[in-house]
């Protein structure tokens, strides 16, 4: 059980990370970020979860609905100057809490 709560905890639970990693390198609609999440981080987060988490992200200002993609039905989100310094804060703290753990054993 502990190890289900550590996975839980960093891929759902963090989900804003996944997509601000993926949107930095290109902006992209929901199903798109729901694919790429699974084929790229090997987990599986619900549709419904990523776009509440996208509505929870734009209305912080970590992400914007994109002005330069025009497509029918479809709303890209691109990552905002804010984002950007969210994910390397969040980049580092995940770096150094690495670190401290498994240190003695590289």
Known sequence: MAYERLVK???????WLYI???LK????????????????FDFSPAMI????????????GLIR???SIKSEG???YELTK?????????????KRTYEVLFE???
């Open 20 to 22: 601000l990693k993926l």
């Open 104 to 106: 003695e054993e590289l």
């Open 74 to 76: 479809k709303i890209y």
């Open 49 to 60: 979860t990523v776009y509440v988490v996208l509505y929870k992200m734009e209305k912080e």
């Open 25 to 40: 390198e290109r902006p992209m609609y929901g199903k798109e970020i729901v694919r790429e999440i699974q084929k790229r």
């Open 82 to 94: 804010k984002g950007e310094e969210l994910f390397e804060k969040g980049r580092t703290f995940i």
């Open 9 to 15: 905890k960093l891929t759902k639970e963090n989900l």
């Open 65 to 67: 609905k994109s002005r």
